[in-house]
């Protein structure tokens, strides 16, 4: 009992050390305290899931984690009132639903076994050989010997379409360049007065929704590896080249992805894919084509999970998958682009 308090307070040490971290690298037109309310508001804070908005009222960090039908299934979660998300709210009656797709327990070679194998013993908040089951987030508890999501109850257990117990990382690339006229010269909102930024952004097979490219590390994979290789597949449509356009392509991607970066967020996504023991954490890191001149040296060529790709003018009108408009507004926030027509409710989300 001792050993589950301490892990508990450690989790929460660490969220709030790195949620501070990421806080105070936010800051831009308005105060400290102003920023970490935009950042809670943007459903990252895990330490706690029902927090202050923008507008002062309460909103919950935990929606898209809790939706049904599960993707890709009829599968219907059990429902979860906002007020029992979090773990340290005490619900005896809580009856969560069984579900781990068949895809994942045929085996794959990107999914774990059963926790029921006899010879699967995963080293959980830890490197695993080559995979990574350390949560970005800090620590994680371990129930019953399955992981248990650092972000709250979502009505299902098992694994779902996740192919590793606990934390399954990825990376997404946001791409940018300016809005620019026939002339070369930067496009102003008219409203706003801010230049207007662009991203890569594709449509994805499995739901059909506008995102940020992107996709699974592989094990003992780079995190810029994965940057780069995911964005060639579904931006660029990589693997559909010959050797030599493939040798072309990776001289431009090369440079672009040796520009200046920022990294925009690390942690968990509330993604509809997640579950009370697996879950979805990324590595959102944005490339910025100043002038525009690599990126007008590649065609956009939607290829493997992406069925279109274009260029997108960023604003509050977005609506993308999972917790990609959240990323994309940070881009708009650290790069001083437009965002909102409505200014006071831009500074006031900062």
Same mark, same amino acid.
Request: with cysteine; glycine share 8%.
């Given at each position: 009992?001792?050993g ?5 307070a ?22 400290i ?14 330490s ?8 002062g ?25 906002n007020?029992k998300v ?6 005896q ?21 059963q ?23 800090g ?34 690339? $946001? ?9 070369g ?16 952004? $594709? ?30 597949e ?5 693997l559909?080249k010959?050797?030599?356009?493939k040798?072309?392509?990776e ?26 023991n697996?879950?979805?954490e990324?590595?959102v ?8 001149e690599?990126m007008d ?16 003018d ?16 940070l ?20």
């Amino acid at each position: 009992m001792a050993g589950r308090v301490l892990g508990k307070a450690l989790a929460t040490v660490s969220l709030s050390v790195a949620l501070a971290s990421v806080t105070l690298k936010s800051l831009g037109c308005c105060s400290i305290t102003t920023y970490r309310n935009s950042f809670l508001s943007c459903g990252f804070h895990l330490s706690s899931n029902m927090m202050p908005g923008s507008n002062g009222t309460k909103e919950n960090s935990h929606n898209k984690a809790r939706t049904s039908p599960y993707p890709g299934s009829e599968v219907q979660r059990s429902q979860v009132p906002n007020e029992k998300v979090d773990w340290f709210v005490e619900w005896q009656d809580y009856n969560p639903v069984e579900y781990t797709a068949v895809s994942v327990l045929a085996g794959p070679r990107w999914a774990d076994p059963q926790i029921s194998e006899s010879n699967f013993s995963p080293k959980f908040n830890e490197k695993d050989g080559h995979i990574e089951r350390k949560s970005q987030n800090g620590l994680y508890e371990i129930e019953n010997g399955r992981p248990r999501n650092p972000a709250g109850r979502t009505g299902l257990v098992g694994r779902g379409l996740l192919g590793r117990w606990g934390p399954n990382h990825a990376a997404d690339p $946001i791409i940018t360049r300016w809005k620019r006229d026939r002339s070369g010269n930067k496009i102003t909102h008219p409203i706003s007065g801010k230049n207007i930024l662009q991203f890569v952004a $594709i449509k994805r097979k499995d739901c059909g929704e506008w995102a940020i490219p992107g996709g699974m590390v592989d094990p003992g994979e780079k995190i810029s590896a994965t940057l780069k290789r995911e964005f060639g597949e579904e931006a660029l449509n990589s693997l559909q080249k010959s050797s030599a356009e493939k040798r072309k392509l990776e001289e431009q991607l090369h440079k672009l992805f040796s520009q200046e970066h920022l990294v925009i967020y690390k942690g968990y996504v509330d993604d509809p894919r997640n579950t009370d023991n697996a879950w979805m954490e990324t590595e959102v890191v944005n490339y910025h084509d100043e002038t525009g001149e690599i990126m007008d040296n590649l065609t956009l060529e939607a290829g493997d999970d992406a069925g279109k790709v274009k260029w997108m003018d960023i604003s509050d009108k977005l609506k993308l998958y999972a917790s990609h408009s959240r990323f994309i507004k940070l881009v708009a926030e650290k790069r001083d682009a437009h965002w909102s027509e409505d200014t006071e409710a831009h500074c006031r989300g900062l």
